[in-house]
């Protein structure tokens, strides 16, 4: 598989993966974005006084019970009792603000990452274009060496012409990368 080729498959898997991606998560940060502008506004907090309290608003002012555990934690085995205040606390931190901070977060990411890729495809044709010129400059010294070597040590002026800029050619050639062949990874 050339080059070329395998570059287009993965451009072409790119675009279905993205655009299958944006898809499904369109829809999914949709209804997250839905839920969380409907729900009871934080801060949220966690509040335990025998059972599991996560309210809304300041501590110490008057609030909203936006989840409650439905068992007193000493009834509770410890390890049930911790999973009850890991999932109250999860739910704390879960607040509308936080959900809705994240899904502008993943959307701008998701931007930025599909910015990266059209700038690395950009960056690749630039790559091939410059390398393109350069085989073209390439050739064109190695023919300017071989019309030199035709030419009779008569001509004089003309020969000694293409000899220095043959030579200037190889010297800014060997400057550049040797390896012009376009990348496979």
């Known amino acids: 598989m050339s080059a070329d080729d ?7 898997w ?3 993966f993205v655009q299958d991606y944006k898809a499904k998560a369109n829809v999914e ?3 997250l974005a839905r839920l969380a502008s ?25 609030w909203q019970i936006v989840h409650m555990s439905g068992d007193d934690l000493a009834d509770l085995a410890d390890e049930a009792a911790d999973r009850a205040r890991a999932d109250a606390e999860f739910i704390a931190a879960a607040n509308p603000a936080t959900i809705l901070r994240l899904i502008a977060e993943n959307r701008d990411m998701s931007e930025r990452l599909a910015q990266a890729y059209r700038d690395e495809a950009l960056a690749r044709d630039e790559r091939d274009r410059l390398a393109a010129r350069l085989a073209a400059v390439e050739a064109l010294a190695d023919e ?3 019309e030199n070597l035709r030419r009779p040590a008569s001509d004089g002026p003309v020969t000694a012409y293409l000899h220095e800029c043959a030579i200037e050619l190889r010297a800014v ?13």
């Open 173 to 185: 050639l060997s400057a550049a990368p040797t390896d012009t062949t376009k990348e496979t990874s």
């Open 144 to 146: 300017w060496d071989r």
């Open 6 to 12: 395998a570059d287009a498959r993965l451009d072409r």
């Open 38 to 62: 409907a729900a009871t506004p934080g801060p949220w907090f966690l509040h335990e006084m025998g059972k599991l309290f996560v309210g809304n608003g300041a501590p110490g002012s008057l």
């Open 29 to 31: 940060m949709g209804d």
């Open 14 to 16: 790119w675009a279905e």
